[in-house]
């Protein structure tokens, strides 16, 4: 039997950055996002965050800084999970994350359930952007795993400028999401049966994508 094709929110951004990068880098394998300060740190964070909510271990001297949003993570009511890993069938219905009728995959850095109200929140590192869809998504996925949940209030935390960029959905909300979702869904996993991943030349070609045999490396829009 065929392997179901799965996505992640993740892999459609990048694919709607550029098709031929998701395809060598997420894919193939080919090319590796080079690592970058940023990108260590945000790992870094997520550790650290990890092991303080878990009280594995305490956060670095040079992260305490974010100590205030540990404290308030873990004085919230309900369960606490954290890094939880989250799947969906493609009729929205939940399954195991390997399950061989995974069809869309999501990791929460922090979920709270309680009674039918949760929580779920994603630890960024880097500059604000706001992307809902994203939080969507996760809801959706806590939707499906926790039947008597009927409000997600999912967020980004901003650690750098110690913010908030909060949504709050309800179970009503997510036939909107996948009417104007889906479309965009669709293309990607048409990409894949066609194997059709062309090249889009932009801001990230001049020297931050790593797929240096591109045509349009180095010559994307300054």
């Known amino acids: 039997m065929a392997k179901q094709w799965a996505w992640s929110f993740s892999k459609l951004n990048n694919y709607e950055t550029c098709a031929y990068r998701h395809q060598q880098v997420d894919l193939l394998?080919?090319?590796?996002?080079?690592?970058?300060?940023?990108?260590?740190?945000?790992?870094?964070?997520?550790?650290?965050?990890?092991?303080?909510?878990?009280?594995?271990?305490?956060?670095?001297?040079?992260?305490?800084?974010?100590?205030?949003?540990?404290?308030?993570?873990?004085?919230?009511?309900?369960?606490?999970?954290?890094?939880?890993?989250?799947?969906?069938?493609?009729?929205?219905?939940?399954?195991?994350?390997?399950?061989?009728?995974?069809?869309?995959?999501?990791?929460?850095?922090?979920?709270?359930?309680?009674?039918?109200?949760?929580?779920?929140?994603?630890?960024?590192?880097?500059?604000?952007?706001?992307?809902?869809?994203?939080?969507?998504?996760?809801?959706?996925?806590?939707?499906?795993?926790?039947?008597?949940?009927?409000?997600v209030r999912s967020e980004f935390i901003w650690l750098q400028e110690d913010c908030t960029t909060p949504e709050i959905y309800s179970r009503s909300d997510m036939a909107n999401l996948w009417i104007a979702l889906l479309p965009r869904v669709e293309k990607m996993e048409t990409a894949a049966l066609t194997k059709q991943y062309p090249p889009k030349p932009g801001g990230l070609c001049v020297k931050y994508c790593p797929v240096k045999s591109c045509q349009f490396w180095g010559k994307g829009d300054r």
């Open 29 to 151: 394998k080919n090319f590796q996002d080079g690592d970058g300060e940023a990108l260590v740190w945000g790992n870094q964070v997520h550790d650290a965050m990890k092991q303080a909510l878990t009280g594995t271990a305490p956060l670095p001297a040079s992260m305490e800084y974010y100590q205030r949003w540990v404290d308030l993570v873990r004085a919230g009511p309900g369960e606490l999970l954290v890094e939880q890993k989250y799947a969906i069938a493609k009729d929205f219905t939940k399954t195991a994350y390997f399950a061989p009728n995974v069809w869309y995959r999501g990791i929460a850095d922090v979920v709270r359930i309680h009674g039918d109200i949760a929580l779920a929140l994603d630890w960024k590192t880097g500059r604000v952007k706001e992307n809902s869809v994203q939080l969507a998504l996760m809801a959706q996925c806590i939707f499906a795993h926790y039947p008597a949940v009927h409000h």
